[in-house]
T-cell receptor, first 113, second 114 residues
Framework: SQTIHQWPATLVQPVGSPLSLECTVE??????LYWYRQAAGRGLQLLFY??????ISSEVPQNLSASRPQDRQFILSSKKLLLSDSGFYLC????????????FGPGTRLTVL | AQSVTQLDSQVPVFEEAPVELRCNYS??????LFWYVQYPNQGLQLLLK??????LVKGINGFEAEFNKSQTSFHLRKPSVHISDTAEYFC????????????FGTGTRLTVIP
């Protein structure tokens, strides 16, 4: 069966510090991968998605970036965090076929102080 | 462009009472429809989805939803809620072509009162 992992589970970082969140998927190959952010009291905002290694599409311009160095690894990064980057970050995967549901990881709670 | 509207940000309901969580969407092309549930500090879990066929879709935990194309709605219902149903519920749509991206509503917080 397929599983998706995210770490760390929680993170507290000062403004201006770098960020690296990691997501890995097991039990499948060539998945579509997604990063979402969920701000307090708001819905999910799609940040990035990837349909293959090295292929990243950005949905929202901001100081975050994403990379996919391996088939089942998706990394969310920032060089300098802003207060507005605080939120709950969710990674998800799906099979590369329209209509397939996305499967979500447990999330990372990021607090920028 | 497509959008998803969940008009009710919070829905309180007594235990064992029925509940309906509303979802409306707008899109110029055909879409697939999903309902997800999120328990506190956890990821999202799929409740049900509509791709084609019968407009009444049954999901996990006793939930069901009905696709109404003329009203562009996909409301979620449960005839009798439990305390454990307290969670955030998200409606989402995806295009029938493209990269299978999901577009989410802002969520409805369901609180079941004992």
């Amino acid at each position: 069966s397929q599983t998706i992992h995210q770490w760390p589970a929680t993170l507290v970082q000062p403004v201006g510090s770098p960020l690296s969140l990691e997501c890995t998927v097991e039990g499948t190959s060539n998945p579509n991968l997604y990063w979402y952010r969920q701000a307090a009291g708001r819905g999910l905002q799609l940040l990035f998605y990837s349909v293959g290694i090295g292929q990243i599409s950005s949905e929202v311009p901001q100081n975050l970036s994403a990379s996919r160095p391996q088939d089942r690894q998706f990394i969310l990064s920032s060089k300098k965090l802003l207060l507005s980057d605080s939120g709950f970050y969710l990674c998800a995967w799906s099979m590369d076929r329209v209509g397939n549901e996305q499967f979500f990881g447990p999330g990372t709670r990021l607090t920028v102080l | 462009a497509q959008s998803v509207t969940q008009l009710d940000s919070q829905v309180p309901v007594f235990e064992e009472a029925p509940v309906e969580l509303r979802c409306n969407y707008s899109s110029s092309v055909s879409v697939y429809l999903f309902w997800y549930v999120q328990y506190p500090n956890q990821g999202l879990q799929l409740l049900l989805k509509y791709l084609s066929g019968s407009t009444l879709v049954k999901g996990i935990n006793g939930f069901e939803a009905e696709f109404n194309k003329s009203q562009t709605s996909f409301h979620l219902r449960k005839p009798s809620v439990h305390i454990s149903d307290t969670a955030e519920y998200f409606c989402a749509v995806s295009y029938q072509t493209g990269a299978n991206n999901l577009f989410f509503g802002t969520g409805t917080r369901l609180t079941v009162i004992p």
